[in-house]
């Protein structure tokens, strides 16, 4: 599988406060993606990265920012948590026709 | 992209052949389907992809009708270890968004 990790793997942090996750691949793939999965609701995409500083809004952006400066770190930015931001995040990436993505072991983060 | 209809759970046993369809009535002549799944709490997992003529590989088959309105993910000998939530997504070949429904909860039983 392709060398692709997220960090940290567990967060609990406090409402206001900002949180940075990380997502770094080693395959040199362009593509990088950021979900959110919650119970009853699947993965939605929150941003994606379709090159370096080539970044695009998902379906679930609002509260979210991203980054991406080198083709292998993609971060995913939470400029003031809140609660409803509590979720299992995911970050995914892909090359050439997008066939395959490759997925995270997920960040479960929790905003108290 | 397309939008797809899958059931929300289905069942099969062990050592059976399970068939999970996927409805994509408005697909149009462009567009891939492709097979995510997701075994709890992992992150989801690529199976395979195909556009008009059937495909298979070392993990499943997918069986595309030829109006290429459904289609059929196949796994041959379903174990324990294939309950999953399978996700069935439409895409365009050029469209590097890809976006998941909420898929089908498959469970394989003893």
């Known amino acids: 599988d392709a060398g692709i990790t997220q960090s940290p793997r567990h967060k609990v942090t406090e409402t206001g406060t900002p949180v940075t996750l990380r997502c770094h691949q080693t395959e040199n793939h362009r593509y990088m993606y950021w979900y959110r999965q919650d119970p009853g609701h699947g993965l939605r995409l929150i941003h994606y990265s379709y090159g370096v500083k080539d970044t695009d809004k998902g379906e679930v952006s609002d509260g979210y920012s991203v980054s991406r400066s080198k083709t292998e770190d993609f971060l995913l930015t939470l400029e003031s948590a809140t609660s409803s931001q509590t979720s299992v995040y995911f970050c995914?990436?892909?090359?050439?026709?997008?066939?395959?993505?490759?997925f995270g072991s997920g960040t479960q983060l929790s905003v108290l | 992209d397309a939008k797809t209809t899958q059931p929300t759970s289905m069942d099969c046993a062990e050592g059976r052949a399970a068939n999970l369809p996927c409805n994509h009535s408005?697909?149009?002549?462009?567009?891939?389907v492709y097979w995510y799944r997701q075994i709890h709490s992992q992150g989801p997992q690529y199976i395979i992809h195909?556009?008009?003529n059937n495909e298979t590989n070392e993990m499943a088959s997918l069986i595309i009708t030829e109006d290429r309105k459904s289609s059929t993910l196949i796994l041959p000998h379903a174990t324990l270890r294939d309950t999953a939530v399978y996700y069935c997504i439409v895409r365009i070949g050029s469209n590097y968004k890809l976006t998941f429904g909420k898929g089908t909860l498959l469970t394989v039983n003893p």
């Open positions: 995914a990436s892909g090359g050439g026709n997008v066939e395959k993505l490759f």
């Open positions: 408005t697909i149009s002549g462009n567009e891939y």
């Open positions: 195909g556009l008009k």
